[in-house]
């Protein structure tokens, strides 16, 4: 009745009209929970208008006709504000709209930007040239909040009580833990994504008169600190010892459920158990679609990351990351002398100091969010375990408010008839896909199509054309993965091809001879990671994994941006 598609639907800016799921959609790439709405999305805003402001891309007048200025959720679906990422491009001299399109969003049909009265804003301007000063003269105290944030969250968990124990009041203000703590993270993970993009688009602009596709990436790869490539490296350390051990390789090959269990009842599964524990203890608040609330991680669902395990065991040694990152770093090094003398003199200094940011601005985006995943963890844990004693199913929990749930643990059947509206809505939405991008208004669901519907394999050789995020060239047979936790029969010489990716995806990668996205952008998870990783990487490619056949022979090149279907 209030023009809402689902209860955790935005109001979109008149002002700043054209919204994206590039970047986005790798966070949150279903339909959001009220849950996770009503604890995240205030927050998040607090947060992003702070850093609009301070950046110079938005004034607090602007973010008075709407609750959507830096992001949204429309239709159930959350989209990132392109307007206004295209109005900090004007506001900074040498950056255009196409610069902020490539590296955050992916874009390359939408429409194009047409400059606004107020977009050139002297003070705004100032704003922005101050930071970006900031970002290349004064990258490491810049960053050093961001830094900051893993000892932060894991002394603030170190004050909160057992999950099991608690009573509970006590987990519902564990619960609302998280609120605080996404503002902090969101406006940090905010800059960082600014710096990063933004310096990269500047030593882009350095290097465009060398006419080398791809050189930017082989700049910004193998860098060594990056945090979400930590995961990855750590299982390829666990699958080698399967690899090598005959007892761990047959409880692998059981295909039967029940592998974490098996695991630690075997008594020669010692070392592969305590490897495993570790990377847990590191990693467990990681997983599937990680930033919604209602989702499983890899500590509470092992079974997830063991499926990952079981991929990599497969993989050839001399794909091991530790390797392939000190030849990416090498060859980075290599690379940036022999650019830097053939700049000229005057733009060595920018070059030096753009190329170094990019790195360091990239590692600390990864990072912030690695925190922001071990201090959502507790909530997770909590409306976990009242679901539970209250005997309320698990996602119909997350299918009311923060506000509406203390009605539910007193009363479950006063809110049934809510829950069921709202699941089958939720449904309704949630096997449709939404457009990629609008401009105004969302189109109505009943328009978007049908995810089984957008399977429409192509047999015909052609050439798709996606957006190369980390370079080398790779051919291999094609195999479709719609879901990290069932890769199916992944091989060591085959090309990953996946609608979109998020930390428990990026293992994979290793599993594999190249990798190919439906979405994303310079800036993504999946381009970032791959260019740690050193897997040739191609994404934005509009339905690849709609309509490359599964078992075609296809050829990856991360250089040019280009899928040769054979």
Known sequence: MDGRLFVTDTTPSARFPIYCRGNVGEVFPNVMTPMSS????????????????EFGMASPAHFVDSDSVL???????????????RVGAARIPGLKAADIDRELFGLSDAAPYVRQRGDRDARG????????LRALFRADSVAAPARAAGAEVAAWRATLPPIESSDQPTLVNVAAGVSPWFEWMMYHLLFTSAFSGLTRSIVERLVAKFDEPGLVNV???????????????????????????????????????GLHARLRAERRAEQFNAGF??????????????????????????????????????????????????????????????????????????????????GLFAAEREA????????????????????????????DLFLVTFDELPQLLADPSSVAALIDQRRARRAYLQVRTPPFWFEHRQPPPE???????????????????????????????ARVVLDPADPRD?????????????????????????????????QSHAAIVARELGIPAVVSVTDASRTIPDGTLVTVNGTTGEVTVH
């Open 38 to 53: 009503s604890l995240l999305r205030d927050p998040a805003a607090r947060g992003q208008e702070r850093m609009m402001v």
């Open 71 to 85: 992001t949204g959720v429309f239709g159930g679906y959350m989209y990132g504000n392109v307007s206004l990422g």
């Open 125 to 132: 301007s100032a704003r922005a040239m101050r930071q970006m």
């Open 219 to 257: 700049l910004t790869a193998g860098l060594g600190t990056v945090e979400s490539a930590r995961p990855a490296n750590e299982l390829w350390r666990l699958g080698r010892l399967v690899a090598v051990s005959p007892t761990l390789t047959a409880l692998f090959e059981d295909d039967s459920p």
């Open 277 to 358: 524990d570790a990377f847990l203890a590191a990693h467990g608040a990681r997983g599937p679609d990680e930033w919604e609330l209602a989702s499983p991680t890899w500590g509470d669902s092992p079974e997830i990351a063991l499926a990952a395990i079981d991929r990599l065991r497969l993989a050839p040694g001399a794909r091991d990351p530790i390797l392939a990152t000190e030849r990416l770093g090498d060859e980075r090094e290599r690379r940036i002398a022999d650019v830097r003398q053939r700049l000229r003199i005057g733009e060595r200094s920018i070059f030096d100091r753009a190329v170094r940011a990019t």
């Open 368 to 395: 912030t969010k690695a925190s922001f995943m071990r201090a959502v963890e507790p909530s997770k844990q909590a409306l976990t375990e009242l679901a539970r004693r209250a005997a309320v199913a698990h996602d």
């Open 447 to 477: 328009t978007w199509p049908l995810r089984s519907d957008l399977a429409r394999p192509d047999e015909r050789a052609r050439v798709l054309t996606g957006m190369g995020v980390c370079p080398g060239i790779a051919s291999g047979r």
């Open 490 to 522: 992944l091989g060591a010489d085959d090309v990953l091809i996946a609608p979109i990716t998020d930390p428990a995806w990026t293992p994979l990668f290793l599993a594999v001879a190249g990798v190919v996205v439906d979405v994303g952008a310079q």
